[in-house]
């Protein structure tokens, strides 16, 4: 599905398809660092996908969502009886990925106490379930991923050197989105198909919306973006997407410029930016599709406005309701 593609055109995310294709298959142990949120688990799924084991389970484990004391027999399962609350015995996620890939996701929220057991099963390749002694193998390939800096966390004290190089044998880095903004339309293009195959609705952004989302430095990176427009495609179902449209924080300047640079524009641009108007960029601008953005804009307004009665919209706009619906084909906007 979407959501398991690496998407993006890149310089940072060709050089990281290129490196996952290189250690896909390769029996190496992965580490996969960068920020929260911008596709870690993506990467990792990938590398799965293009390995020889991708016939078998992928599964995923968040360290630092899972209480310690549930923790171990999470990963290593238990026999019934092996704790208070343990009415039968269970697989733990090293049984459930046999033959294929586990991915410890967010490894650096570890409790030391379990690193050393993780680093074992690295090492040894077996393990126990709680409360057994029976040594089971494990046929697994490690993908761990973090957003911690782990040789900070060593110099702490809390996190295990030993595990660290043993789980560093290829690090990848996925970039925050700030750093790729180039990759932003791709990202909403294939996150908006993936919205409307989950039959949330189509989303259609005008450029307007589009410019002023890639002007944005998503601390929350792809997550941040995926939140959006899910709940975009919630509000406004099957419209175009105005600037106007978007939650104020995800607004810069009407034009793609940031209002609060429109003084040093121009001479007139104090005067035009109190009185409402685009200011003129200094830089040039391609006025054709400038104007065709606040037509797109308007049409789409009125007709949310009308609910969709193209002769309601036209008089709102006062125009003929035939050069109306010829703007709307030629601008690709249904009603």
């Keep these: ?107 650096g929220d570890m409790p030391l106490e379990m690193q050393v057991k993780i680093l074992r099963v690295i090492q040894e390749r077996t393990f126990e379930r709680v409360g057994s002694d029976k040594t089971r193998s494990a046929d697994v390939r490690i993908i761990a991923a973090t957003h911690r800096n782990l040789e900070a966390m060593i110099e702490a004290g809390q996190f295990r050197e030993d595990l660290y190089y043993r789980i560093n044998v290829f690090p990848l880095n996925v970039p925050a989105l700030a750093a790729r903004p180039e990759d932003i339309p791709h990202l909403i293009r294939s996150l908006s198909k993936q919205l409307e195959t989950e039959g949330l609705g189509r989303l259609r952004l005008a450029k307007s919306a589009m410019r002023s989302l890639c002007a944005h430095s998503w601390p929350g990176n792809i997550r941040e973006l995926a939140n959006l ?92 309701r035939t050069t109306l619906i010829e703007k709307m084909r030629k601008l690709g906007i249904q009603s």
């Design 229 to 320: 427009l899910e709940r975009l495609v919630i509000m406004y179902p099957d419209t175009v997407l105005g600037f106007a449209d978007l939650p104020e924080n995800y607004r810069y300047g009407d034009d793609g410029w940031r209002p609060e640079v429109a003084e040093q524009e121009g001479p007139l641009a104090p005067a035009l930016a109190t009185a409402g108007l685009p200011v003129l960029p200094a830089t040039g601008v391609d006025m054709k599709e400038y104007l065709q953005d606040i037509e797109r804009e308007w049409i789409a307004q009125a007709l949310n406005l009308h609910a969709g009665v193209v002769s309601k919209a036209a008089l709102h706009l006062g125009l003929r």
């Design 1 to 107: 599905s979407h959501r398991d593609r690496l998407v993006g055109a890149s310089a940072a995310v060709a050089e990281l398809r290129r490196l996952s294709a290189q250690v896909a298959d390769k029996a190496v142990t992965v580490l996969i660092t960068g920020p929260s949120g911008a596709g870690k688990e993506v990467v990792a799924r990938s590398l799965h996908d293009l390995s020889s084991r991708r016939d078998a389970p992928f599964v995923p484990i968040n360290c630092g969502a899972i209480p310690r004391e549930l923790l171990e027999s999470e990963l290593f399962g238990h026999e019934r009886g092996a704790f208070t609350g343990a009415i039968s015995s269970r697989a733990g996620r090293f049984e459930l990925a046999e033959g294929g890939t586990l991915f410890l996701d967010e490894i």
